[in-house]
């Protein structure tokens, strides 16, 4: 069996550990979303500290939310290359 199918069981390789964005689009975008968020929360505690707290509650909660979309488009996106790749070895 493949030493990646061990480590993969094993717990040892985590495809998410290795995500780095490499799309400077994608980098760019997300500086100017975390400077825009930042300003928005200066704005907002000067005007309502209550409204501040709850913002932030909701901002953590999308984000506890993402690793549990990326781990369904991993699976989707997993099963979408295994269905390939038995197509592939079906038309031999």
Same mark, same amino acid.
Do not use: C, W
């Given at each position: ?12 390789? =985590?495809?998410?550990?290795? *995500? ?6 994608? =980098?760019?975008?997300?500086?100017? @979303? ?6 928005? =929360?200066?704005?907002?505690?000067? @005007? ?8 932030? !509650? ?6 506890? !939310? ?6 369904? @488009?991993?699976?989707?996106? *997993? ?7 038995? !197509?592939?070895?079906?038309? !031999?």
């Amino acid at each position: 069996m493949s030493n990646l199918i061990h480590q993969f069981y094993n717990g040892e390789l =985590i495809p998410s550990e290795y *995500f780095r964005p490499k799309i400077e689009e994608y =980098i760019e975008l997300m500086r100017q @979303v975390i400077g825009q968020q930042s300003d928005f =929360i200066a704005r907002l505690n000067a @005007v309502d500290t209550a409204l501040t707290s709850q913002f932030m !509650e909701i901002a953590d909660a999308m984000l506890r !939310e993402y690793p549990l979309e990326s781990a369904e @488009v991993f699976n989707q996106g *997993f099963r979408l290359g295994a269905r390939m790749m038995l !197509e592939i070895l079906q038309e !031999e």
